[in-house]
C-alpha cells in the first residue's frame, strides 16, 4: 500500500475550540509554519512551546502532525510570502520525518552514533535515530532505530522540541544531489540498563559505530548540530510523542 506522507503544524489559542494548521513548506521552520498557517487565518500569534508529535494514519494518507502552544500578539498579522515554485534547473526535492534521541544513561553517559561514509556528514557523531517508517509512530521509530543502531533499550521520557535542517545538493546513497529537507522530533531517552553499543543494522546502512561518552569526553567531539541543539535543550517536562 503506498500513502501520501505529508508534514504538518497545528496549534489552538486558549479558548478556542478551532485548530488551525496545514502542511510545512520544503525547507520552512516548523514554528514559522505555524505563525504563517494562523496569519492566513487572519490571525497574529507567536510560538510558545511544542506540546506534541504524532502520525495520523488513515488508510490512503500518512501526516506527521507536529502541534504546538499559540498565543495571540497584538496587531495585525504580517504578509504571508507566497511559496517559490522551483525553477528549471532545481534539483531534485526530498522532504523527511524523523525521530532522534537524547539517550543516557544512569551514570550520564550520552550514547552516539557516527555516521557511515556514503552519506552526508559521514565520520561525524549523531543523535541515534533516523527516519520514521510509513504508519510509525515517531517515538516508535526512534526505540526501533535506537535498538537497530547501537543495540540498547530505551525508554522515553521527554518530548525536547522540534528542529529542522536544509540541505540542499546533499549526495547520499542515491548517487545523485537532492535539496533534502528534513523535519525531527527529538526526545530524551532514558537507557536503564547499558550495554556495549553494538550496530545490529544491515551491512551498508547510515551508522559505521556507537559508543557511549561521558560528558566531559564531548567537549571537542566532531558531532552535528542535533547532538549540540539536544544537549543545550531545557527540560519541558513532557512525556508525550510515543
Sequence with gaps: MTRTRTITAYGRVA?????????IRHFEN???AMVRLFAE???AVAVSAVLDVRALVTADTHEDRILFAVVPVPGEPGPVAEAAPPGPDA???GQRFAAYGLATDPDGRVLLTEIAPGYPGAGRWHLPGGGTDTGEQPGDALIRELYEETGQVGEITELLGVTHRRNPG???PEGYPIDWHGVRALY???????SQPTVTEDAGGSTAAA??????????????EVVQ?????????SDRGR
Design 15 to 23: 479558548g478556542s475550540d478551532t485548530d488551525i494548521g496545514g502542511p
Design 30 to 32: 516548523p514554528a514559522t
Design 41 to 43: 487565518a487572519g490571525q
Design 91 to 93: 534539483l531534485p526535492r
Design 170 to 172: 546533499a549526495v547520499g
Design 188 to 194: 530524551r531517552v532514558l537507557v536503564p540498563t547499558p
Design 211 to 224: 559508543a557511549w561518552f561521558a560528558p566531559a569526553e564531548l567537549t571537542g567531539l566532531s558531532t552535528t
Design 229 to 237: 541543539w539536544a544537549l543545550a535543550a531545557p527540560r519541558q517536562g
